[in-house]
């Protein structure tokens, strides 16, 4: 069965460092998102992804982060310059339609820890 | 804005029992998904059941199902016959429906763990 992939499992980056994390969605999914879990706290959404454009982003989701889907296949989340609050995991999905609900997928997470 | 909660933090089971989760959340959207997401140990959140807002009949996927309140906005999932396969963490969330898929709205879940 398809699934969402997202490498690494675990970073860990110095406070100012910029940080990549990747996800690859399913194939033929069209909409793409990232979403953070601090620990112990509720899973956040960050920003949504369609057309190779932002469809809407989250007030957490200020300059210092940046989406791209520079083939076909990959999904990345940028940290320009990592804070130690930035420390979470971060979850990508992906759904398959625009025009109606779809499930969205999840991958397992990348944990971020920000030293 | 949205908001979901949940306000079990941690909930145990005897195996082959029945358990139920809670969830309530507050909108003022008129359509909007609610939605079940389990969460197992080190693994991806995988979508449990939905159920839409505009349907009354409660939402049922084998062992589980939903008793949808929308009046009082209450979205609980009731588990039958619990495994030890449903241990996990399980999160509420929900959806606005204006032009298909939105942001999911979280809470902040509800960690299962079913009792041999």
């Known amino acids: 069965e398809p ?6 499992s675990h970073q860990v980056t110095q406070m100012g460092q910029e940080v990549i994390l990747r996800c690859v969605p399913i194939s033929n999914h069209l909409y793409f998102y990232w979403y953070r879990q601090i620990l112990g706290q509720k899973v956040e959404f960050l920003v949504s992804f369609y057309n190779n454009e932002i469809s809407e982003k989250s ?4 300059d210092q ?14 940290i320009r310059s990592t804070k130690l609050e930035d420390s979470a995991m971060y979850f990508c999905a992906s759904s398959e339609a625009v025009d109606r609900v779809e499930e969205q997928y999840f991958g397992p997470g990348t944990r971020l820890t920000v030293t | 804005a949205q908001t979901v909660t949940q306000s ?7 195996e082959a029992e029945t358990v139920t989760l809670s969830c309530t959340y507050d909108t003022s959207e008129s359509n909007y998904y609610l939605f079940w997401y389990k969460q197992p140990p080190s693994r991806q959140m995988i979508l449990v059941i939905r159920q839409e807002a505009y349907k009354q009949q409660n939402a049922t996927e084998n062992r589980f199902s939903v008793n949808f ?10 588990i039958s016959d619990s495994q030890l396969g449903d241990t996990a963490m399980y999160f509420c969330a929900f959806m606005k429906t204006n032009f298909g898929n939105e942001k999911l709205t979280f809470g ?3 960690r299962l763990t079913i009792i041999p």
């Open chain 1, 3 to 8: 699934e969402v992939t997202q490498t690494p």
């Open chain 1, 59 to 62: 007030e957490i989701f200020d």
């Open chain 1, 65 to 78: 982060f940046s989406v791209e889907r520079p083939d076909g296949s990959n999904f990345t989340l940028k």
């Open chain 2, 8 to 14: 079990q933090p941690e909930m145990s089971v005897q």
């Open chain 2, 69 to 78: 309140q929308k009046a009082a906005k209450s979205f609980s999932l009731k």
């Open chain 2, 108 to 110: 902040t879940g509800t």
